[in-house]
C-alpha cells in the first residue's frame, strides 16, 4: 500500500542549530503538505505545493524556515537557526488533487511525522 | 479562515460503550476528512466524507454539509480506539487548504 514517507522520526536539537526534514509523498501526488502540530492542539498548515509550486505560505516562519521541492517529488523542509518553541510534531501529507478521479477530490494521507526538540 | 470545532475535547468510555464525537464548521466546504491520531503521533485516515453518511466496521460518519456538522460514531469501543480524533475541513472555493479542529482525546478503560 502507498505511503507517505518522511525522515527522521525523531530529532533533537540545540537552539540555534539548524535541522531539516524530508518527505517523500504518495507516487503521483501533484499537491504535498508540511504541518506543525503543537502538543494538544491540531496540525496548522505551514506551507503547500502543488507540484513545484508554493501555492501557501502564508503562516510560514519565513525569517527561520524554507522550503523546497524542486522536482515536484519529495520535499525539504529547513529550520535554521532551531529556536526552543519550534519543538513540534511536524506532519507531511499528499493528496492526488488537481488530478483526482473528480475535480473536487482531496483526500489528504499523512506520514508518521518528525518529533523535533530543541533544547 | 473557517473555523472548526470539535465537541467533546475529553472523552472516558469503559470498553464495548458507544460514543458520538462532533465537529461543527463555520462556512461552506468542499471537503471533510475524519482522522486519529494514534499515540505515535501518525494521522490515520477514517473517513472521507464531505456529505452523506459511511461505515467501517463499527465506526460510523455523517456529513450534514447545509448545516455544518459532521458526527463520528464509534461503536462497541475498544481499548485500540483510544488516541486523538480529529476534524478537518477544506472551505469551498479554497481548494486544498484544510483546516483542522482541536481534536477530541478519547480514553477507552479497559
Known amino acids: 500500500e502507498a505511503e507517505v514517507a518522511q525522515s527522521p522520526r525523531y530529532k533533537i536539537t540545540e537552539k540555534s542549530q539548524a535541522v531539516a526534514f524530508w518527505c517523500d509523498p504518495i507516487?503521483?501526488?501533484?499537491?504535498l503538505y508540511w504541518y506543525r502540530q503543537i502538543l494538544g492542539q491540531g496540525p496548522e498548515l505551514l506551507v503547500q505545493f502543488q507540484d513545484e509550486s508554493v501555492v501557501d505560505d502564508s503562516q510560514l516562519p519565513k525569517d527561520r524556515f524554507s522550503a523546497e521541492r524542486l522536482k515536484g517529488v519529495d520535499s525539504t523542509l529547513k529550520i535554521q537557526p532551531a529556536e526552543l518553541g519550534d519543538s513540534a510534531m511536524y506532519l507531511c501529507a499528499s493528496s492526488p488533487y488537481p488530478q483526482g478521479p473528480m475535480s473536487s477530490y482531496n483526500e489528504q494521507f499523512f506520514g508518521p511525522g518528525t518529533r523535533l526538540t530543541v533544547l | 479562515g473557517i473555523q472548526v470545532e470539535q465537541s467533546p475535547p475529553d472523552l472516558i468510555l469503559q470498553e464495548g460503550a458507544n460514543s458520538t464525537l462532533r465537529c461543527n464548521f463555520s462556512d461552506s466546504v468542499n471537503n471533510l476528512q475524519w482522522f486519529h491520531q494514534n499515540p505515535w503521533g501518525q494521522l490515520i485516515n477514517l473517513f472521507y466524507i464531505p456529505s452523506g453518511t459511511k461505515q467501517n466496521g463499527r465506526l460510523s460518519a455523517t456529513t450534514v454539509a447545509t448545516e455544518r456538522y459532521s458526527l463520528l460514531y464509534i461503536s462497541s469501543s475498544q481499548t485500540t480506539d483510544s488516541g486523538v480524533y480529529f476534524c478537518?475541513?477544506?472551505?469551498?472555493?479554497?481548494?486544498?487548504?484544510?483546516?483542522f479542529g482541536s481534536g477530541t482525546k478519547l480514553n477507552v478503560k479497559p
Open positions: 507516487s503521483g501526488h501533484a499537491t
Open positions: 478537518a475541513v477544506e472551505r469551498r472555493g479554497n481548494f486544498n487548504k484544510f483546516y
